[in-house]
């Protein structure tokens, strides 16, 4: 009888807790590790882990998650790989000196991704709303 791999199951059921999922972050399937890293009951010390991993897509994902701490956002900040560093860009809870070091980054997705960012998207329309009552102010 052949041998079924559960990991593909463990790694997205929302029944799968820490531990399983610690073990599962070593898999050499890297979509089982993507799995792993934008599941909602991994643990910050697997996260942790998980923001080494050898596949950007891994660490990416990793970036992407709301559990991300903002030492592992500001880490991730500085990976190689530009598709990592634009999911930074585009995390509600990077610090706005990351997004202000994003916005001069070499790689146009990576600097164009931090105008997505909720933080930046709320100040441009305080912005703009402060213009628009400027302008209304003085003109009418």
Same mark, same amino acid.
């Given at each position: !009888?052949?041998?079924?791999?559960?990991?593909?199951?463990?790694? #997205?059921?929302? #029944?799968?807790?820490?531990?399983?999922?610690?073990?599962?972050?070593? &898999?050499?399937?890297?979509?089982?590790?993507?799995?792993?890293? #934008? &599941?909602?009951?991994?643990?910050? /010390?697997?996260?942790?882990?998980?923001?080494?991993?050898?596949?950007? #897509?891994?660490?990416?994902?990793?970036?992407?998650?709301?559990?991300?701490?903002?030492?592992?956002?500001?880490?991730?900040?500085?990976?190689?790989?530009?598709?990592?560093?634009? /999911?930074?860009?585009? &995390?509600? /809870?990077?610090? !706005?000196?990351?997004?202000?070091?994003?916005?001069?980054?070499?790689?146009?997705?990576?600097?164009?991704?931090?105008?997505?960012?909720?933080?930046?998207? !709320?100040?441009?329309?305080?912005?703009?709303?402060?213009? /628009?009552?400027?302008?209304? &102010?003085?003109?009418?």
């Amino acid at each position: !009888m052949a041998k079924i791999d559960a990991a593909p199951i463990l790694s #997205r059921s929302q #029944r799968t807790g820490g531990d399983i999922l610690a073990r599962l972050a070593t &898999h050499e399937d890297w979509n089982i590790r993507v799995n792993v890293a #934008r &599941h909602s009951n991994t643990t910050e /010390a697997t996260l942790a882990q998980l923001s080494q991993d050898e596949d950007y #897509r891994v660490r990416s994902t990793v970036a992407d998650n709301p559990l991300t701490t903002t030492r592992l956002l500001i880490e991730l900040s500085k990976d190689r790989h530009a598709m990592v560093r634009s /999911a930074i860009a585009l &995390h509600p /809870a990077t610090p !706005m000196a990351i997004l202000q070091t994003l916005a001069n980054d070499d790689t146009y997705v990576v600097h164009s991704k931090v105008s997505e960012n909720p933080k930046i998207q !709320m100040l441009t329309s305080m912005s703009l709303l402060d213009v /628009a009552r400027y302008v209304e &102010h003085w003109l009418i």
